[in-house]
């Protein structure tokens, strides 16, 4: 089951990311946004086949208003907190700067809102990934389910980031040390979700819409061994969260 929708999923974001660059195409941004649905419209095929619904298998059900709330907070808090802490290590380190809070305030003021507008869009993926995905491999025990869904992740990536830079809308370095980098933020994604017994912590940390580039100044002019270090750091960091929220023994 896991396997036949992993397939179908890789297949339709390969065949659409490749339309766009066969046909030449500039790959829209509203498709960056669409197209997080995509795991979540195909799942809906091989849910047919299970019992419990969209509900049961989305992980849609958070177990009460504190619960979801607990759960959005701490995943939206610990993601950002490690952010902002990759972008300091950054900065100390003297490959990087962060912007003067008179640019941060306006982006931190927006936090929340823009968190619950890109909810809309996160939550295609998350019930695809960190719902459906996650439970049909929970025999496998935590680590190592999450550990293929967050390959999975990064394998669904690989097309529309590589179109994406082939057609020079981000550059290459950018595009790998992206898609490299969603790994452990799978890792993370899943922890939440599996510590809140739902998908929404998941769906409200991937929508955060701050990244550690994004606290770095010049950040189109970095080079790559910087882009490289920022990975690395972020990787780290979110690796650690993840340890620290994962329910032990598994």
């Known amino acids: 089951m896991a396997l036949r929708f992993t397939v179908l999923v ?41 019992n419990g619904g969209v509900a049961k298998w989305w992980d849609l059900c958070p177990g009460g208003w504190r619960r979801l709330l607990a759960g959005g907070a701490v995943g939206v808090v610990v993601l950002l907190g490690v952010y902002v802490a990759a972008a300091v290590v950054v900065a100390l380190t003297g490959i990087g700067v962060m912007q003067p809070w008179s640019t941060l305030a306006p982006v931190a003021i927006m936090v929340i809102p823009m968190v619950l507008l890109f909810s809309l869009s996160t939550l295609g993926e998350e019930a695809a990934w960190r719902g459906f995905l996650q439970q049909t491999l929970a025999g496998l025990g935590f680590w190592r389910a999450s550990s293929v869904v967050a390959a999975v992740w990064v394998l669904f990536h690989i097309p529309l980031h590589g179109a994406m830079a082939v057609q020079g809308t981000i550059p290459v370095t950018v595009a790998v040390v992206t898609t490299l980098g969603l790994f452990p933020l799978g890792l993370y994604l ?54 620290a929220l994962a329910p032990r023994g598994t």
């Open 10 to 50: 890789l297949v339709a974001i390969t065949a659409v990311s490749g339309f766009f660059v066969v046909a030449d195409i500039l790959l829209p941004e509203w498709f960056v946004i669409v197209g997080r649905w995509l795991p979540a419209l195909i799942s809906l095929v091989v849910i047919r086949e299970l």
């Open 190 to 243: 899943s922890a939440v979700v599996v510590r809140f017994g739902s998908v929404w912590p998941a769906v409200f940390a991937h929508a955060l819409p701050l990244s550690t580039l994004s606290l770095l100044v010049n950040v189109d002019g970095m080079t790559t061994g910087v882009h490289w270090v920022v990975g690395v750091v972020t990787a780290a960091l979110v690796t650690a969260a993840a340890l």
